[in-house]
Nanobody, 116 residues
Framework: QVQLVESGGGLVQPGGSLRLSCAAS????????MAWYRQAPGKQRELVAT???????RYADSVKGRFTISRDNAKNTVYLQMNSLKPEDTAVYYC??????????WGQGTQVTVSS
C-alpha cells in the first residue's frame, strides 16, 4: 500500500525545536522529490521545503535558516528539523511526494502548535 505517515508534532514554546518525521513507501520515496507543506487555520496549504532524490534542499523564505529538511533512504523517511519556532509556524504539517502531484493524495498530517 502506498502511504505517507507524518509524526513528531506537538506543543512547543516560541524559540523551541521539534523534529517531524514522514515515513513513505519505498517505491515512491527512492526516486522522487519529497516535500513538507503546512496549513494554518483558515489559510491555504503552503509549501515549506523540498528535497530531491539526490538530497538537494530548498526552503520557503519564511523558514530559511531555521528549518532543515533531510532524508534517510535506508529508512524511507524524510525529516523536518524545526528550530527557533515562532507562533506563526503553528499549523498542520504534511509531507508529500512529487509522485502524487495533482492527485490530491495526502496523509493525516501532524499538528505543530507554538505558544507560550
Amino acid at each position: 500500500q502506498v502511504q505517507l505517515v507524518e509524526s513528531g508534532g506537538g506543543l512547543v514554546q516560541p524559540g523551541g525545536s521539534l523534529r517531524l518525521s514522514c515515513a513513505a513507501s519505498r517505491s515512491i520515496f527512492i526516486t522522487y522529490t519529497m516535500a513538507w507543506y503546512r496549513q494554518a487555520p483558515g489559510k491555504q496549504r503552503e509549501l515549506v521545503a523540498t528535497i530531491t532524490s539526490g538530497g538537494s534542499p530548498r526552503y520557503a523564505d519564511s523558514v530559511k535558516g531555521r528549518f532543515t529538511i533531510s532524508r534517510d533512504n535506508a529508512k524511507n523517511t524524510v525529516y523536518l528539523q524545526m528550530n527557533s519556532l515562532k507562533p506563526e509556524d503553528t499549523a498542520v504539517y504534511y509531507c508529500n511526494s512529487e509522485f502524487f502531484l495533482g492527485t490530491g493524495h495526502w496523509g493525516q498530517g501532524t499538528q505543530v502548535t507554538v505558544s507560550s
